[in-house]
């Protein structure tokens, strides 16, 4: 049967207009253009002294400014100074590159560090579980890598960043001034990005790949927390579900809201909140978002067998290999000194010294607290608990770390490693989640504690110009940063508390939704009998600890 | 010919091998068990859910004699794993009705 003339013309009309749409963004003449061979990458524009004053000074646009007849005077002056020394001029494009080059490789090795901390978590995981499921939590943590990632280059990294030039340019690595444009949402409104699909075309440039394998390493932390929570009771293919769920969606959305110049960054200029919603490296953006997944997921998946009894108190499944849960932690702190310095992206930044101190000092007194607290309530240390509890610390302090003391480090620490415990024992005793390896405490909870503290503890020492807040003075002083409640900036505080939950709730709630539908359609749990066996043979077809095979010998 | 099965602390195999030993038994077998007699075993807090470790690790030791042997080996059993606290193990003897030993096909008590 042909088409009617009408339809065809209205085809015609439609695959023109979504021609139009596709190409005419890569086509207009002032957009800017891609640089995969990173040699356009870094120049005079991009050198700045360590206070963060700019070497070439730029034409003033806003003629209506109070400012502008001293930015022009100052612009002129450059200009005329330019042109009696063109060495220095040229000279000053190679010193920017190489600005850029050393935060390249800074932030590209930081995010190999992170990578690592992949093995860190599979070791801690596989360890706290029992050994007939060593396999099964190796390929959890092992397909979480693999496919959260082919999600994330699909659309993840597109959703997160792809508007990121419009609010957030990443000075430290060259702007990436071709992700400049949302999906949902507009200026300072930005709600999901819309560049770099499959980090093809305005993608496909070296400054937005060094952020790319730098942001995809914090999106896969992600997505290996859940492991820890629905580990021992989920089906494999209902697992990979999750993890592209996290690559593709629920990670990137959130992320595009604060790191990505979205809403929730933008409202301390938009709603006169602080410096708009703060989080350094991740405590929420990365952790909270993670463990309250996690939740989401332990609740609809329920307790493994036998973990409660009739009488609904909770038994005890001990881990299998203590060698692994303390060697995975050591990783993984080891690991955290690329997660939380690299993300200035920079290490022309040099906070970065005292954000790697801050995460350590809020790791072993996270470790401490937890011990202690562990040992006046049971008699003994537990060795599960004490590594929970320097992940707790790490975990919380990944928010302030750049914006802290020390001795609030350790403060935030022990804050940690008391609400890691407690969390521990209030899922395990009265709201009966069953979380194997603490994932919703460690990483949900401690999440959310580390983004309130930075509403809390931040003095002001960092973080001037915050999200375009408070560039040249905030609260009345010159050079101010972010600043929290003790410091006496309470909207601060607001803001933090209120987009701490807001994370919470996002990820719980999108988490709960999606998957009770998907477990209606088809129940994402084992069958009781694979549980009872261990999931290692059942999914795989392979035991961890294989029992010796008897061989003939011909 | 008898079996003897020795439920036996592990950290008592040295004593109880010298024991034997000084005797002339020159052969035996150990397989790991778990058990618990009076001893009991005792509760721990993982993560605060409370368990109990019912079940302590012990050795048994399989030992064939011939009848007239059968009480001088009991003895030195005895003897390398008592201790005298609660624990220290049990010793059961059982009748056999045949041994061959594989490589000659002897059977009897020369295949003991």
Not at chain 2, 38 to 58: C, L, M
């Amino acid at each position: 049967m042909t088409m009617s003339a009408a339809r065809r013309r209205l085809y015609c009309l439609l695959l023109a207009v979504g021609l139009y749409g596709l190409l005419a963004p890569a086509t207009r003449a002032d957009e800017p253009k891609p640089d995969p061979a990173g040699i356009a990458t870094g120049d005079k524009t991009t050198v700045v002294d360590a206070a963060g004053n700019s070497f070439a000074v730029p034409a003033p646009t806003d003629k209506n400014s109070p400012d502008y007849p001293k930015n022009k005077k100052d612009f002129d002056d450059y200009q005329s100074q330019a042109a009696k020394e063109p060495l220095a001029v040229k000279l000053a494009d190679s010193v920017g590159h190489i600005r850029i080059a050393t935060n390249f490789a800074w932030t590209l090795n930081t995010g190999y560090l992170v990578l690592f901390m992949q093995a860190g978590f599979a070791l801690l995981t596989c360890g706290l579980v029992r050994k007939k499921n060593a396999g099964h939590l190796m390929m959890l943590n092992f397909a979480a890598y693999v496919f959260a990632f082919l999600a994330y280059y699909a659309v993840g990294y597109a959703f997160q960043f792809g508007a990121v030039a419009v609010n957030a340019a990443p000075g430290n690595l060259g702007g990436i001034p071709t992700l400049n444009q949302y999906l949902i949402g507009s200026g300072q409104w930005g709600f999901l990005g819309g560049k770099g699909f499959f980090l093809a075309g305005p993608a496909y440039d070296a400054g937005s790949n060094c952020l790319t394998l730098f942001e995809v390493v914090f999106m896969e932390t992600a997505g290996y927390i859940i492991v820890g929570a629905i580990c021992e009771r989920i089906t494999f293919w209902a697992f990979l579900l999750c993890e592209l769920f996290i690559g593709a969606i629920l990670y990137p959305v959130f992320g595009c809201w604060v790191w990505g110049g979205g809403w929730l960054s933008q409202i301390g200029s938009t709603l006169n909140l602080g410096h708009g919603y703060v989080d350094f490296a991740g405590s929420t953006v990365v952790h909270a978002v993670g463990g309250f997944c996690a939740m989401a997921l332990a609740v609809i998946l329920g307790p493994r067998l036998g973990k409660y009894g009739k009488d609904g108190k909770p038994r005890a499944f001990p881990a299998h290999n203590l060698v692994y849960v303390v060697t995975g932690t050591f990783i993984l702190l080891f690991g955290w000194m690329g997660f939380n310095p690299g993300s200035t992206l920079g290490a022309t930044d040099l906070r970065i010294s005292v954000v790697a101190v801050n995460t350590n000092l809020a790791a072993v007194a996270g470790s401490a607290a937890a011990l202690l607290l562990w040992y006046f309530m049971f008699g003994k240390p537990d060795v599960t608990m004490a590594c929970n509890g320097m992940l707790a610390g790490l975990v919380a302090i990944t928010a302030p770390c750049a914006f802290v003391s020390p001795t609030s480090a350790v403060v935030i620490g022990v804050l940690a490693g008391i609400l890691v415990c407690l969390g521990v024992l209030f899922n395990e005793r009265v709201t009966k989640i069953d979380d194997p390896c603490g994932a919703i405490s460690v990483h949900g909870f401690c999440g959310w504690l580390g983004a309130v503290c930075v509403g809390i503890f931040a003095d002001g020492t960092y973080g001037s110009g915050w999200n375009g807040v408070g560039a040249t003075s905030y609260l009345g002083h010159p050079g101010q940063g972010v600043t929290g409640l003790i410091h006496g900036d309470s909207r601060q505080f607001l803001c933090q508390l209120g987009g701490a939950t807001l994370c919470a709730l996002w990820a719980f709630g999108a988490t709960y939704i999606v998957f009770s539908v998907v477990n209606k359609i088809k129940p994402m749990r084992v069958s009781p009998e694979v549980e009872r066996e261990g999931l290692d043979v059942p999914e795989f077809g392979m035991q961890a600890y294989p029992e010796d095979a008897v061989v003939t010998v011909e | 010919m008898k079996r003897i099965d020795s439920i036996i602390r592990p950290q008592n195999l040295d004593s109880v091998k010298e024991h034997l030993t000084a005797i002339g038994v020159e052969a035996l077998t150990i397989t790991e068990v778990r058990g618990f007699g009076r001893q009991k075993g005792h509760s721990e807090f993982y993560r605060g859910a409370e368990y109990a470790v019912d079940f302590v690790p012990k050795l048994m030791l399989t030992i064939l004699a011939a009848d007239n042997r059968v009480d001088e080996i009991v003895k030195a059993i005895a003897a390398g794993a008592r201790t005298g606290k609660m624990g220290d193990g049990k010793i059961f003897v059982t009748p056999l009705d045949e041994v061959v030993r594989i490589r000659t096909g002897e059977v009897g008590d020369s295949a003991i």
